[in-house]
């Protein structure tokens, strides 16, 4: 905004204005932001463009889960869900339309990459949130469609612009950013220090089971991934989020817990343990109950802090990307009708945990 400012000729002085209006007042109108300078309305007017994001179409479920497709300028749709907890209300932000890392347990993953979202995208999803709900989140997560590292660039941005006290303020002890498995982005995020927490969607324990499910490991094996995400640690002295979806017969015996414990030794970290949940067409089933919890004793006996994080909003989801990916089928289907099914969900195993505080 300082940069901005200089480009129009005015004082930075007044960035923090713009900062407040835009990014906390969810300012739309220029024109309606008080005690800017003539030139400065003159030269936004002229240099800058409101992004134009539709809300298509949004589910509410029982327990309060908001699931919200949106339409970007183009006419690409990402999905964005409200996920209300115990004195927090969370947002799952997406950082891609799409997604290239195609693990075979996500629905996003099946539809491919279309592109990446800038950090303008980003924001837009929780401003056209806060637009449609009364209040703002409290954490924000990004675990929706995409692999954020696939899009640092943009996604350091949007971090940035979150978390800047001038603007809108979240902590960043609130804000969470997850991979797959990127270690260039981990490096990256180390380096710059990016103001935010790490969450590693770690799914199995070892390279012939991650490869399977997990392309992405072929390409930076679980010994690596760990090391990096270890470093995060050390080096931020931040706990890691490490999620694990438990897939039925895949990676959720006694002997895939007791690696678990292993290959997380030393490693301060939550481990979200997050029961598949099916969608149709989809490869995995849900592990039964007793080995959910068997699996969850074996790491707490061993000192794990681990959580079984029930999916949330079931009642309208089904799995990750799904809103996203219905509405693309129907827009096949008929693409001169508009939107008006039900459908759900988005990154249902990804988006149910909140960061730690
Ligand atoms: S789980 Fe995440 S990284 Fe993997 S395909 Fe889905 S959105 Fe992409």
Redesign the pocket.
């Given at each position: 905004m300082v940069g901005l400012c200089r480009s129009a000729g005015v004082k930075p002085v007044h960035a923090e204005t713009l900062l407040a209006h835009v990014f906390r007042h969810h300012t739309h109108d220029i024109r309606t932001i008080p005690d800017l300078p003539q030139a400065l309305y003159g030269w936004l007017e002229q240099h800058t463009k409101t992004l134009e994001i539709k809300l298509i179409t949004q589910q509410t479920a029982s327990d309060g889960t908001c699931k919200m497709l949106l339409a970007m300028p183009d006419g690409k749709e990402v999905e964005t869900v409200l996920i209300p907890g115990k004195n927090r209300l969370t947002q799952c932000i997406s950082t891609q339309i799409g997604?290239a890392?195609?693990?075979s347990f996500?629905l996003?993953?099946t539809a491919g990459l279309t592109r990446n979202l800038s950090a303008a995208e980003m924001v837009a999803q929780i401003i056209i949130t806060m637009d449609h709900h009364d209040e703002r989140a409290s954490n924000l997560v990004l675990m929706g469609?995409?692999?954020p590292m696939h899009n640092y660039e943009e996604v350091a941005r949007f971090v940035r612009i979150v978390t800047d006290m001038k603007g809108m303020a979240f902590s960043p002890r609130r804000v969470t950013v997850s991979t797959?498995g990127h270690v260039p982005g981990i490096q990256r995020m180390i380096a710059d220090r990016l103001p935010c927490n790490l969450a590693l969607?770690l799914n199995a324990t070892n390279d012939e089971t991650r490869n399977r499910i997990?392309p992405i490991n072929k390409r930076w094996p679980i010994a690596e991934v760990l090391y990096w995400t270890g470093e995060f640690a050390r080096i931020t002295h931040k706990r890691i989020l490490v999620e694990y979806v438990m897939l039925a017969g895949i990676n959720d015996t006694d002997m895939d817990a007791k690696r678990l414990i292993q290959v997380l030794e030393g490693m301060p970290c939550t481990i979200n343990l997050l029961p598949f949940n099916t969608y149709p067409g989809s490869l995995y089933l849900r592990p039964e109950s007793a080995r959910i919890s068997a699996f969850r004793r074996i790491l707490a006996e061993a000192g794990k802090v681990v959580v079984i994080r029930e999916s949330r909003g079931r009642d309208i989801s089904a799995a990750?990307?799904q809103l996203y990916t219905s509405a693309k089928h129907n827009q096949q289907k008929n693409r001169t009708k508009r939107l008006t099914q039900k459908t759900t969900n988005c990154?249902d195993y990804?988006w149910q945990q909140s960061n730690p505080d």
């Amino acid at each position: 905004m300082v940069g901005l400012c200089r480009s129009a000729g005015v004082k930075p002085v007044h960035a923090e204005t713009l900062l407040a209006h835009v990014f906390r007042h969810h300012t739309h109108d220029i024109r309606t932001i008080p005690d800017l300078p003539q030139a400065l309305y003159g030269w936004l007017e002229q240099h800058t463009k409101t992004l134009e994001i539709k809300l298509i179409t949004q589910q509410t479920a029982s327990d309060g889960t908001c699931k919200m497709l949106l339409a970007m300028p183009d006419g690409k749709e990402v999905e964005t869900v409200l996920i209300p907890g115990k004195n927090r209300l969370t947002q799952c932000i997406s950082t891609q339309i799409g997604c290239a890392m195609n693990c075979s347990f996500c629905l996003t993953g099946t539809a491919g990459l279309t592109r990446n979202l800038s950090a303008a995208e980003m924001v837009a999803q929780i401003i056209i949130t806060m637009d449609h709900h009364d209040e703002r989140a409290s954490n924000l997560v990004l675990m929706g469609m995409g692999e954020p590292m696939h899009n640092y660039e943009e996604v350091a941005r949007f971090v940035r612009i979150v978390t800047d006290m001038k603007g809108m303020a979240f902590s960043p002890r609130r804000v969470t950013v997850s991979t797959a498995g990127h270690v260039p982005g981990i490096q990256r995020m180390i380096a710059d220090r990016l103001p935010c927490n790490l969450a590693l969607s770690l799914n199995a324990t070892n390279d012939e089971t991650r490869n399977r499910i997990m392309p992405i490991n072929k390409r930076w094996p679980i010994a690596e991934v760990l090391y990096w995400t270890g470093e995060f640690a050390r080096i931020t002295h931040k706990r890691i989020l490490v999620e694990y979806v438990m897939l039925a017969g895949i990676n959720d015996t006694d002997m895939d817990a007791k690696r678990l414990i292993q290959v997380l030794e030393g490693m301060p970290c939550t481990i979200n343990l997050l029961p598949f949940n099916t969608y149709p067409g989809s490869l995995y089933l849900r592990p039964e109950s007793a080995r959910i919890s068997a699996f969850r004793r074996i790491l707490a006996e061993a000192g794990k802090v681990v959580v079984i994080r029930e999916s949330r909003g079931r009642d309208i989801s089904a799995a990750c990307g799904q809103l996203y990916t219905s509405a693309k089928h129907n827009q096949q289907k008929n693409r001169t009708k508009r939107l008006t099914q039900k459908t759900t969900n988005c990154s249902d195993y990804l988006w149910q945990q909140s960061n730690p505080d």
